[in-house]
């Protein structure tokens, strides 16, 4: 069964420190890894895409990196809107659905 | 804007009332998807339209039915509501296997 683990699971940071998300799988072979931001009470929202190992993509504070077996989202410079729950997906090779992690909490105080 | 629109956005049945919920898409995709979420927990995929082809995931309950009438959208109905079922219902559309779209969700509380 592909598992999607994500860590930490809640992440309180000051304003403008920077940190960063991992999200980890269990199966080989990938179609995409997606990064998605949700507000409580909202949908998720759509922030990336990555398909090979090696490969980034930024928006903002925000950049995604990719290795074989995790992913990282790094936030740099948070400032309190960027306050939310950070999930990633995975569809393996032979698929095009999604697995989800289970979500990092994200506060930024001021 | 194109968008994902899920309506209602707060629901509230009673126990054992069918109850039906809708996403409609302008966005033009080919697949549409319905998940639950439960509190602090990943969301969970029912079933999904790739097309007009209905897929069911294994461990989805007979209790949850799906439906597509046309491209633009689909609706979710839980034929008999247990305390179990309340949870976000979200609805998600994508070109093939790209990346999902998301709509706002509907909340389903269970009396």
């Known amino acids: 069964e592909d598992q999607v683990t994500q860590s930490p699971e809640a992440l309180r940071l000051q304003e403008g420190e920077s940190s960063s998300l991992n999200c980890s799988y269990t199966v080989s072979g990938l179609r995409g890894l997606f990064w998605y931001r949700q507000d409580p009470g909202k949908g998720p929202e759509f922030l990336f895409t990555l398909y090979s190992a090696g490969e980034e993509k930024e928006k903002e504070r925000l950049k995604a990196t990719l290795t074989k077996k995790e992913s990282f989202l790094h936030i740099t410079a948070p400032k309190p809107e960027d306050s939310a729950t950070y999930l990633c997906?995975?569809?393996?090779?032979?698929?095009?659905?999604?697995?989800f992690g289970a979500g990092t909490t994200v506060t930024v105080r001021a | 804007d194109a968008m994902v629109i899920q309506n209602p956005r707060y629901q509230v049945t009673q126990f054992g009332k069918p109850v039906t919920l809708s996403c409609s898409q302008t966005?033009?995709?080919?697949?549409m998807y319905w998940y639950q979420q439960k509190s602090s927990q990943a969301p969970k995929l029912l079933f999904h339209y790739y097309d007009k082809d209905f897929n069911n995931e294994a461990d989805t309950p007979d209790n949850f039915q799906s439906r597509r009438p046309n491209t633009s959208f689909c609706f979710l109905d839980i034929r008999s509501p247990g305390l179990g079922d309340a949870a976000m219902y979200l609805c998600?559309?994508?070109?093939?296997?790209?990346?999902?779209?998301f709509g706002p969700g509907t909340r389903l509380t269970v009396l």
């Open positions: 966005l033009n995709h080919n697949v």
């Open positions: 997906a995975r569809s393996p090779s032979n698929d095009y659905k999604l697995s």
């Open positions: 998600a559309t994508s070109i093939g296997s790209n990346e999902q779209f």
